[in-house]
């Protein structure tokens, strides 16, 4: 690798930064990260910081890995890639869509498909669902109905049943037939309802009366997170996804779990569906699927919608869709052997008992400095919202929530910036410390503002 002083020089020059303005990042340019270890990161100037973002909620396992990075070396020293169109699979693809398989029985997932990363899981979950009723010979169902706030990655199906403008306006038009409902957020919602059981009950009234007015034999699927990430970390009552799932059977619609945050044990269960409850459709996974370690992703088919496809004897039945590393063999390697230490380590448990720590941590900023206006939490998925005026809920500014970030760094702690949110996804083997850690890096960054 080139030196420091080229590094810094070329910084933000001929990359165009994700989810980022191109001309502030020139102004501006980002941390240069160079080095990980455990639940650290070092950058260019060997300041070494504890990462409260894991990545981006996928570094589950933290950065020294060692079974990952072996499986990794192993797989490409014997094959490092081969196709899996049809007519050829390999060993590393077969295991890990058996070990997938037995890890989400519980969810009544019996099929994998496997893809590059989360988006592509959510397009291929979304283009299933329009086959999967084409084939039953209901072809009027092809509209989506998704969440308000809800996050579901960047290409043109996954940006259309997006929530949040920040993702559509720039690229609309976007794909017709989608239409968005609700989010049980008690802090802001169109009914002033704080209560989180009456709030559920509302929004799926709402989802309801909209299922009703398009009507339900032209609906395909409802795709949700079970815990709202990007979005701000919202978490919907407990008896929200069951209610969803009930409305779903009852108007014959495919439940899609946008799990690619959520599963393999963010939000303290080994998925955000079996968290609440729920029997979904298709699951989407990416992520943690690797720790981070590996590009890969897969959506998950239960059995109704398997035993449909399997059961075609007509072309609508075949698969017109995949990616050229579908079921990589090293993507798969890596994802075999980061499940294996995902459940040795207990990660599931672990993100429960540290996220409840970090909620108390939480709480006690947004008591002592009035610009936290919301906490939420589940697992160790988190947000603090600041605001500048608590009783108006007025979002802070651009400028304060940098501040806060910048302060945060300086203190030894990596954090997010969300719109008016400070978003927290740390490794998920982090320690009762390191929960100290952030709560005090917090404090200092808002303090700072």
């Known amino acids: ?48 910081v504890l990462d409260a973002v894991g990545g981006l909620w996928n570094v589950n396992l933290g950065y020294s890995c060692d079974p990952i990075k072996q499986a990794i070396a192993a797989q490409l020293a014997v094959l490092p890639y081969y196709s899996g169109f049809r007519g050829t699979s390999t060993g590393p693809s077969i295991e890990l869509a058996w070990e ?26 979304l283009r299933l669902a329009r086959q999967y009723w084409k084939i039953r010979g209901e072809r009027d169902r092809t509209k989506f109905i ?55 009950d509302l929004c799926a009234r709402a989802l309801e009366d909209e299922i009703a007015f398009q009507g339900p034999d032209t609906v395909a699927a409802f795709i949700m997170e079970p815990v709202l990430g990007a979005g701000g970390v919202i978490v919907p009552h407990e008896s929200f996804m069951r209610r969803v799932r009930e409305i779903c059977d009852r108007h014959g619609i495919l439940l899609i779990a946008d799990e690619v945050v959520t599963g393999f044990g963010r939000a303290g269960a080994w998925s955000g569906s079996r968290l609440w409850g729920v029997k979904p459709d298709f699951m989407t996974l990416a992520k ?56 040795r380590l207990g990660l599931n448990e672990n993100a429960a008992a540290r996220g409840a720590e970090l909620t108390t941590a939480l709480e006690a900023l947004k008591a002592k400095h009035p610009l936290v206006g919301d906490v939420r939490s589940k697992g160790l998925m988190a947000a603090l919202e600041l605001v500048s005026d608590r009783d108006a809920k007025t979002p802070a500014d651009k400028k304060t929530m940098a501040r806060v970030a910048d302060a945060a760094y300086e203190a030894g702690v990596m954090v997010r910036i969300s ?25 200092t960054g808002i303090a700072s503002a």
């Open 100 to 125: 997938l398989a037995q890890w989400f029985a519980p969810e009544g997932m019996v099929r994998t498909f496997f893809t590059s990363g989360g988006s592509d899981s959510v397009e291929s979950a």
């Open 1 to 48: 690798m080139r030196d420091a002083n080229f590094l810094t020089e070329n910084n933000a020059r001929q990359i165009w930064h994700p989810m980022a303005h191109p001309a502030e990042m020139q102004a501006s340019p980002p941390r240069i990260i160079m080095k990980g270890e455990g639940v650290h990161v070092t950058d260019l100037d060997g300041r070494t």
């Open 146 to 200: 998704a969440l308000k706030k809800g996050y579901h990655g960047t290409h043109f199906g996954g940006a259309s049943v997006n929530g949040n403008a920040n993702f559509r306006r720039n690229y609309e038009p976007l794909l017709p037939g989608v239409f968005h409902t609700p989010v049980p957020w008690t802090y802001r919602n169109p009914f002033g309802e704080t209560d989180p059981a009456r709030l559920a």
């Open 419 to 443: 719109s008016n949110n400070i978003i927290l996804s740390p490794p998920l083997i982090l320690t009762s410390s390191d929960v100290a850690k952030i709560a005090e890096a917090l404090d």
């Open 288 to 343: 943690a699927i690797t720790s981070g370690y590996y590009p890969l992703g897969a959506t998950m088919i239960g059995q109704k919608v398997a035993e449909v496809f399997e059961a075609d004897k007509t072309a609508f039945g075949a698969i017109g869709h995949g990616y050229t590393y579908s079921g990589h063999p090293v993507g798969c390697a890596a994802g075999i052997a980061a499940l294996a230490e995902t459940k």
